[in-house]
């Protein structure tokens, strides 16, 4: 007896695709920004291995440097020294 044909995207086929580990890429966190993960936190310059989409997503909310796009350029700030010293 033949083995019956199973339909695509039938609900083993689907199940199976879900637990396949997610691509992991790698990014460095920019410069005034900071990743917390909930199981370490990552300062400015640090680079993170994570999923790709969430490489993605964080990049595009400029948490992540993107490479080869121009930095924006940071100043140190304002210096403030105590009255009196």
């Not at 339909?7 to 990014?27: F, I, K, N, V």
């Amino acid at each position: 007896m033949a083995a019956p044909n199973k339909a695509a995207g039938a609900p083993e086929e689907t199940e199976a695709l879900s637990q396949q580990p997610e691509q992991l890429g790698r990014g460095t966190v920019a410069k005034g920004r900071s990743i917390d993960d909930g199981k370490a936190k990552y300062g400015p310059g640090t680079e993170v291995e994570m999923p790709v989409t969430e490489i993605q997503r964080l990049r595009k909310l400029g948490y992540l440097i993107t490479p080869g796009a121009p930095q924006p350029s940071f100043g140190d700030g304002p210096t403030f020294i105590k009255a009196g010293l």
